[in-house]
């Protein structure tokens, strides 16, 4: 038998289609609750994020499904036992983390932040003119499957898209270009939009510092659900005081829980939201990670190509030459 420990809320339909892989499969369904020492030491595969720290504890582990996209803390060395699979759940939160994005940016442009605000105040105010995404042009850092869905809902909406990424590929059919890295500086200058979703590494680490959002266009907005990391705080706050940027849209912080009396609450034109976009707030999104894990468990029970393999060097998910 093939231990199985899964580590995420699953409904019993979701067990039934972990369940239905293989015969072979044992599974001890552990929820949000503790798993037992004997548990973890047996499993062969783990899905869900077990805590890095009790990762170190599973001595047979073969493959770890992340329920989330993101890696950290699981490419530490001494995390995985040698010769581990670690795959993540990139194509999960697409849907729903794109949608976030486009209402947090239609609620700045269009000052529905605002009006809320004058709502409670029972004020009948008319707060001035707005933009529209029509006409713009949106530069999406980071397209993989978050990126690409916020991309073509932009298209949709009259947004010139334009994305960047590590390796250069063939621009999607909604977008105008793909550029590397390398061009970022130059698109940030031309793009009214510029929406972030990159996961947290040493090379993305304050990869949006002041100087780097000094070379944003004057009066764009900026949006962030990879990682708070990527953006310094302090020099988000001065673009937004300064009047460089005219808003930010940010589903993470540097530091989450984001302190009570951190200067960012009170910036101006800047929207926070509590690292809620994705998780499992839609339903569709934790059907995904399942449907992910039971094709990743196939795949390893028959010696096949795992789906969103992690490459440890860089983070990222093994190049293929079509996703990042």
Known sequence: MINVL??????????????????????????????????????????????PARVKEADH????????????????????????????????????ISEHMLGMLLMLMKKLDRYQEDQ?????????????????RTLVVGMGDIGTEFGRKMHALGSTVAGVRRHRTAAPEFAEAVYTMEELDEQLARADIVACSLPGTKETYHLFDKERLGKMKPGAILINVGRGSLIASDALIDALESGRL????????????????????????????????????????????????????RALLEDGALRNEVDFETGYRKFTGQTE
């Open 6 to 51: 899964t580590v995420m809320p699953l409904t019993e339909e979701y067990q039934e289609i972990l369940q239905a892989v293989s015969p072979e499969l044992k599974f001890y369904h552990a929820g949000t609750g503790q798993v037992p020492d004997g548990i973890l030491k047996e499993a062969d595969i783990i899905v869900g994020n077990l805590p």
């Open 61 to 96: 582990l073969r493959l770890l499904q992340l329920n989330s996209a993101g890696t950290d803390g699981y490419l530490e060395p001494g995390v995985l036992p040698a010769g581990t699979k670690l795959c993540n759940a990139t194509g999960a939160y697409g849907l729903a």
């Open 120 to 136: 409670k105040r029972h004020q009948w105010t008319d707060e001035g003119n707005v933009t529209s995404i029509y006409g713009s």
């Open 246 to 297: 005219a808003g930010a849209c940010i589903d993470v912080t540097e530091q989450e829980p984001l302190p009570e009396d951190s200067p960012l609450w009170d910036a101006p034109n800047l929207l926070i939201t509590p690292h809620v976009s994705g998780q499992y707030h839609l339903e569709e999104t934790r059907r995904r990670i399942v449907h992910i894990a039971a094709e990743n468990i």
